[in-house]
């Protein structure tokens, strides 16, 4: 453990000081020139254990800051080591503070960079100039706040082997929570705020920083959130090869310190965590997801059911949790992962569908198929039995229903077995609820065909979400194609930034490793190829809409929902 704070040492007081370095460097490392000020004596950061300042490693130690502190301090290192790639510092360091205890050597750390070491050799990383598991306090102070992922990936494990047994490594880092930003992939983990020179800052996804320290057998032993949110995170790292979880704080007070936190209103949960298990972000008590924000916006259903509000709440809280938020113009809702109604407007669906019969393939928790009803429409929805039916990523078969080894979760009006997906208990729960009529089919998106309707076919067929879960997306619109007689809507996220008429048709496969049943995201233009590959004409896939994320999610620090803009595509059947 560390204790944050200082005592006097006045017996220190009559050593000769060591200088103070040039302003040009002084402002070269940091801003506020105060902090060039030397303590009483006392040491810079207190360690229960003094002797942990016998030997230290400072890397990136500038124009010796921490050197001229640790050469005034009581327990004056009996070795220290700071490396720098700026060349002028260094020898500054070597010149005025070597000078006055031999025991303190700088070295320089010949790694390019733009504006500190422009003249370096051309080369991202280099090993340490020193020996294994030799120190016993690494410092790190606003070096990681400049390194790019590959950097610091290489740099931690170098801390790792040259931390003692018994060491402990104080770091620094600029810290942002990711599920704010829906929009990266898995593997972006940084922002950046420097287009010329990207080292100018660097801000860490906090989950992803954890589970590599973790991977350099390293675990952080003590966290020190900033004074304000953004500024910069002190972790304190420690060996480990036991899995011993980071004590890095669960609390919502301190995840506020995050920068992008504190965007949404959830409480966050206050299991304590590891990097291989996190803590659930949200985990709201059952009132929450039962009273709607006065705030907001967007479509109301009809409740059409007589249960009390009471009742409504005891049937709700059956499911563990619901894929859609439901909210009633009654003032009754049930809330989810994502709230359909607040952007509904954006799918532009026909106002009203009296007359029209809509099929609603994915149906999920039923929003759509409901909202499709009480526009007036006589609608059928079809979703899969469950992992079985889903296309997995590097499954090669579809595992018949019995090794998923449950009965079927209940049997429709014709005595046929159903089962729910992972999502559809709330479809069912919702239409016992409100006395829908909405059909229900069991079926695997590509066995869509006109016989499971009994020949009938659709005058709009609608495809949520679910493109993007699919191996074949031209062959699941193929397949909506031949039970639509009108128009098909269908919506899924594309890729950014590939917008104009010059671009070509791509599609990406971004999310392979962690989530096994994502697949493709088309550019804009492959949107368009998809529709019109699968026999559609009149294809319209300019709309955008937000699917609103209601109640945020997560299993072991990966969330499993979030924001995220989708487009909307249209297309008619010749
Ligand atoms: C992301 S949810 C979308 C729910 C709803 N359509 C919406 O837009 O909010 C995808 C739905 O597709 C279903 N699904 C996934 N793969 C499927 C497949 N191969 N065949 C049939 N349904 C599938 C899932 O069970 C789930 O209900």
Not at 64 to 74: E, I, P, T, W, Y
Not at 443 to 466: C, H, M, Q, T
Request: net charge negative; charged share 20%.
């Amino acid at each position: 453990m560390l204790v944050h704070g200082s005592s006097t040492h006045n017996d220190t007081l009559s050593r000769p000081q060591p200088p103070l370095p040039p302003i040009e460097f002084r402002k070269l490392v940091c801003g506020d020139d105060a902090l060039f000020d030397l303590n009483d004596g006392s040491p810079f950061v207190q360690l229960t254990d003094p002797d942990q300042y016998a030997s230290v490693f400072d890397f990136g130690c500038g124009c010796g800051r921490f050197a001229r502190q640790l050469l005034n301090q009581a327990n004056r290192p009996k070795r220290y080591v700071g490396i720098d790639i700026h060349r002028g510092m260094i020898q500054w360091c070597q010149d005025n503070l070597s000078t006055i205890e031999p025991a303190f050597q700088f070295c320089h750390h010949d790694v390019w960079n733009l504006g500190l070491g422009p003249d370096n050799t051309r080369q991202s990383v280099a090993a340490f100039p020193v020996g294994s598991a030799e120190f016993r306090l690494v410092n790190a102070h606003s070096v990681f706040t400049h390194l790019t992922k590959e950097q610091t990936e290489f740099y931690l494990a170098e801390i790792s082997r040259i931390l003692a047994a018994d060491g402990v490594a104080r770091t620094t880092w600029f810290l942002f929570d990711r599920t704010t930003f829906p929009m990266l992939f898995d593997f972006q983990v940084t922002l950046f705020i420097n287009e010329v020179d990207p080292s100018n800052a660097v801000i860490y996804d906090w989950q992803w920083l954890l589970e590599t320290m973790c991977k350099s057998g390293l675990r952080v032993s003590d966290t020190v959130p900033p004074a304000q949110r953004g500024f910069e995170w002190e972790l304190y790292l420690r060996k480990s090869s036991s899995g011993e979880p980071h004590e890095f704080p669960a609390d919502a007070q301190s995840h506020l310190k995050l920068s992008g936190s504190g965007t949404r209103f959830e409480p966050l949960g206050d299991k304590s965590h590891s990097g291989e298990s996190s803590p659930a972000l949200s985990e709201e008590p059952p009132d929450e997801l039962f009273r709607a924000n006065a705030a907001r916006s967007g479509h109301l259903l009809r409740f059409t059911g007589d249960l009390s509000a009471e009742e409504f709440r005891a049937r709700c809280s059956e499911l563990p949790f619901w894929y859609h938020s439901y909210y009633f113009e009654n003032g009754f809702c049930v809330r989810g992962d994502y709230d359909i109604g607040a952007d509904v407007d954006a799918y532009d669906f026909p106002p009203s569908m009296e007359g029209m019969k809509v099929l609603d393939i994915g149906t999920g928790a039923g929003w759509f198929a409901i909202y499709f009803e009480q526009l007036g429409a006589d609608v059928v929805s079809v979703d899969a039995r469950g992992y079985c039916d889903f296309d997995m990523y590097g499954r090669h078969f579809y595992p018949p229903i019995e090794t998923e080894n449950r009965p079927p979760d209940r049997f429709d009006e014709d005595q046929l077995p159903i089962y729910y997906s992972p999502v559809s208990r709330g479809f069912w729960t919702m239409k016992d609820i409100l006395g829908a009529k909405v059909g229900f089919k069991n079926s695997r998106v590509y066995d869509i065909n006109p016989a499971l309707f009994g020949g009938e076919k659709f005058d709009l067929v609608f495809l949520g979400a679910i493109l993007c879960h699919l191996r074949d997306p031209i062959g699941a619109l193929m397949a909506a194609r031949s039970v639509c007689r009108h128009r098909v809507i269908a919506s899924t996220p594309v890729v950014l930034g590939e917008t104009g008429p010059d671009v070509l048709p791509r599609q990406y496969l971004p999310y392979t490793n962690d989530d096994r049943i994502s697949w493709w995201l088309p550019n804009e233009a492959c949107f368009r190829h998809w529709f019109l590959a699968a026999g559609f004409t009149g294809v319209d896939v300019s709309r955008q809409v937000n699917l609103r994320c209601d109640v945020l999610r997560s299993e072991e620090g990966r969330p499993l929902n979030g924001e995220q803009t989708l487009r909307v595509g249209s297309a008619f059947v010749p």
